[in-house]
């Protein structure tokens, strides 16, 4: 083991060192016949002009690079978005498949923990070429290898068992939205999280992370659906996990059956919209990814993220606050629901509506770095947490910057990108807050 | 970098005026006596390779021609060669009056029919004989 | 030299258009054929509007953020691709070839131009050389198959600034100048030049995904 560890701190590559069980014994049983099979089956099968014309019209001209918060915190070429291409599927598909384990090994940590898949290289390339799909593919060869890393791998595996990301159970599930009630009525007398309430205006589904560690953000929603008095209803059983994991280790079929089971969830209820807290991945995963791998061109029921909800409810004055948040904020907008599905704008809206001292981070909206935690990078967990947190360099950066202009406290509206800049902001000595939109209505909340 | 890459961006501006100016003030045709077919249109079009001075006297001589149909050739109605007539005393854009420069009778405007027939003539027979120039700038000289 | 002169301008100018034209077809048809039995999404997503609009961002200069972060490379790049095909098309020296082959002929422009205009590609050319060679970020992507591509492309227009300012052997210059422009239009179908057919569809799918899916700019 230690030998093949060794190896792989070769000059050419952008690894130090590999620490994560699930790839290194995952490569343990690779042989090269094997890998040029699943290769060719994914790349005749699964692949086809799309992907030959990413690899083959880049004309390496390197703009891509300013593309990518990770060539920009690290100013290393192995990092650019087309550095990446090379050193996975552009070697892949001129070798025609005929790589080695060792390959496969480095090739599943660039694509795996090297690429946030933000989409954000796309707006640099001239050519539009959409490195997050090559690097998509060069995962689901990984997958297909069971080349994964350790962590993420585990959260695929509860997707596959219990239909949600943290292993929750499904009496803990109910128990836990109980306890939440119970919880809030305290805030707010006779509150209630209504169960599987057939025709409800509005489903309420969450990520498997809240239950399990953030509780208190079902709290809050709760008290703020109480509070405009919204229809609403969440799931008693499996269907409540809007998150997908298995859309990030590359496990279509897997992404597939939870996102079957999410949208099931909501039109067995016969609900009228789903609306989803504030997370990113799992947007992507409901509006973007899983319907179409479902067959649905757009999703089969309107999906709203909480920034549109909330942002919805202080247009039509449906809410009422006590008074603005006063402390100078700043915005992150975070990938999947900005370069994701636009909200950059309604977010804007809805820190006008609810705090009184607003500061750009530049750049911003479309152009806003990723917080180095999404597509699963995060999820790969403590093996690549400091090459996670060193590749965030940049976007601490970019923090300071409106720190200096004022800003204090740093709205995220997306779990993902709370994890991540948690991170940097400890690591890089930012000293700002971090919020959810749902923790500054709740704290500004004028309750009947 | 960022003066840098300012200071190749204006390199590279004033290396292309330079080279503009240098390349537009150059050129004066030196004048000999030549056989001309539409001097005054080829000297005064910007756009033109330089005219040629052919030396038809020197020409046949080197080339060893002897009958002016060999260049100055008749076609009749049909379209077929007509053998042992010749045409030095028309000129090709009685014939070959492809533009409107012959129709108008301005001869200043460069009839491109009339040049692109007069190539033809000189290096279609010139491969054929695989002697004599056939480039463009084995003719037109500066 | 007679010889050379036929055969390239002969049998040799026929293969390159039938390589250039047959190629291109074949590789682009191909490509298509691919796309409608793997990649249906493409056609489903695919919006003329978005594309349009994606394109045009991405056709004017300093139209997108990624051409005010390298504006060096804008200005060149612009200018480059601009005179790469305006002067072989318009030159006075090739249109008179279309008249005299195919008897069809139209706009050209004066010498000086054309002259700076190739001048511009040439430069250019150094300036790609330039950061292939010294920009870290260019020289790691950068294979020797660039190098090669680069020279393909410059090629024909040094050799027709030498000819057309008549340097030393500029006559024998003309059959190399004639090779090298067959040269580079046979290599367009199977090299990354390709890129010019592709870059409509390319850019035209992100700028349709982002537009009708993603409704966020792309530029």
Redesign the interface.
């Known amino acids: 083991m230690s030998e093949s560890n060794s190896a792989t701190e070769s000059k050419n590559s952008g690894i130090k060192k590999i620490d994560d069980q699930g790839i290194l014994k995952g490569v343990e049983g690779l042989t090269p016949e094997k890998i040029e099979s699943v290769i060719q089956q994914v790349i005749t099968n699964e692949t086809g002009a799309r992907l030959k014309v990413y690899v083959d019209t880049c004309v390496h001209c390197g703009l891509c690079s300013k593309g990518c918060h990770y060539y920009l915190s690290l100013n290393d070429p192995k990092f650019s978005p087309a550095g990446k291409v090379k050193q996975t599927l552009a070697e892949i598909m001129q070798k025609k498949g005929k790589v080695s384990p060792e390959f496969i090994k480095q090739a599943a940590v660039i694509a795996y923990t090297q690429c946030n898949l933000c989409k954000r290289c796309a707006m640099y390339c001239p050519f539009g070429l959409d490195v997050a799909y090559v690097m998509s593919v060069m995962r689901r060869i990984c997958h297909k290898l069971g080349v994964v890393p350790l962590y993420i791998q585990d959260t695929a595996h509860s997707h596959s068992v219990t239909m949600n990301q943290m292993w929750v159970k499904d009496d803990e599930w109910v128990d836990t939205l109980m306890w939440q009630e119970e919880e809030a009525q305290e805030a707010f007398e006779n509150l209630r999280i209504p169960l599987d309430i057939e025709g409800a205006d509005l489903f309420y589904s969450v990520i498997g992370p809240e239950p399990k560690f953030r509780a208190q953000l079902i709290f809050q929603a709760a008290v703020i659906m109480n509070a405009v008095g919204e229809n609403w209803t969440m799931p008693s059983m499996p269907g409540w996990d809007n998150s997908d994991m298995c859309m990030f280790t590359g496990d279509y079929e897997m992404m597939e059956r939870l996102k079957r089971c999410h949208f099931e969830s909501a039109l067995n209820l016969r609900a009228k919209r789903i609306v989803m807290g504030e997370c990113g991945h799992a947007f992507r995963s409901v509006y973007d990814v899983g319907n179409r791998a479902l067959g649905w061109r757009m999703p089969p029921i309107e999906i709203i993220h909480a920034i549109d909800y909330f942002n919805e409810l202080f247009e039509q004055n449906r809410i009422k606050i006590k008074k603005k948040f006063d402390t100078p904020v700043t915005l992150h907008d975070p990938c999947n629901v900005s370069r994701g599905r636009g909200l950059h704008d309604k977010a804007r809206n809805l820190v006008n509506a609810t705090c009184s001292n607003f500061i750009e981070m530049v750049p911003n909206r479309e152009h806003n770095y990723c917080c180095s935690a999404g597509g699963g990078v995060i999820n790969c967990g403590p093996p690549f947490k400091n090459a996670r947190v060193e590749s965030g360099k940049e976007k601490a950066r970019q923090l300071l910057e409106a720190k200096e202009k004022g800003a204090k406290v740093v709205i995220a509206p997306c779990h993902n990108c709370h994890g991540g800049l948690e991170d940097i902001i400890h690591h890089y000595n930012v000293g700002m807050e971090l919020k959810f939109f749902g923790d500054i209505i709740y704290e500004i909340l004028d309750l009947p | 970098m960022k003066r840098f890459?300012?200071n190749?961006?204006a390199a590279?501006v004033v290396?292309?005026i330079g080279?503009?100016l240098a390349?537009?003030s150059y050129g004066t045709i030196n004048a000999k006596e030549c056989f001309d077919i539409n001097k005054e249109s080829v000297e005064s079009n910007?756009?033109?390779?330089a005219f040629v001075c052919f030396e038809h006297d020197a020409h046949n001589e080197k080339a060893s021609i002897e009958s002016c149909d060999r260049c100055h050739h008749v076609y009749n109605e049909k379209g077929v060669l007509v053998d042992g007539e010749s045409s030095e005393d028309q000129s090709c854009a009685e014939c070959h009056a492809g533009g409107a420069s012959t129709k108008s009778g301005d001869s200043k405007v460069l009839d491109?029919?009339l040049?692109?027939k007069y190539?033809?003539l000189c290096r279609d027979c010139?491969?054929t004989e695989?002697?004599g120039?056939?480039?463009?700038?084995?003719c037109h000289?500066? | 030299m007679h010889d050379l002169y036929s055969f390239f301008t002969g049998p040799f100018a026929w293969l390159t258009f039938i390589v250039f034209i047959g190629g291109s077809v074949w590789r682009f048809s191909s490509l298509w054929q691919l796309a409608q039995k793997k990649d249906g999404h493409v056609f489903e997503y695919m919006d003329t509007k978005f594309a349009l609009r994606s394109i045009a961002h991405w056709l004017v200069p300093f139209g997108s953020r990624s051409m005010k972060l390298n504006p060096a490379m804008t200005v060149v790049t612009f200018l480059f691709h601009i005179c790469l095909f305006i002067t072989p098309i318009f030159v006075f020296g090739h249109v008179i070839l279309w008249k005299e082959n195919f008897n069809i002929s139209w706009f050209t422009l004066p010498n000086a131009v054309a002259d700076v205009m190739t001048f511009i590609v040439i430069a250019s050319c150094i300036f790609f050389l330039w950061r292939r060679i010294t920009l870290p970020e260019v020289k790691y992507l950068t294979t020797p198959s660039d190098f090669v591509i680069l020279f393909i492309v410059a090629a024909p227009f040094i050799t027709g600034f030498w000819v057309y300012h008549q340097f030393a052997g500029s006559a024998f210059m003309t059959i190399i100048h004639i090779i090298s422009g067959e040269v580079m239009l046979m290599a367009i179908p199977f090299t990354k030049l390709f890129h010019m057919f592709l870059f409509p569809f390319t850019r035209g799918y992100i700028g349709s995904e982002f537009g009708g899916v993603r409704m966020a700019k792309d530029w």
Do not use: M, Q, Y
């Open positions: 890459i300012n190749v961006v590279f290396a292309i080279v503009s390349v537009i910007t756009n033109t390779r491109i029919d040049a692109a190539h033809k010139h491969l695989k002697k120039p056939v480039a463009c700038v084995e000289k500066k």
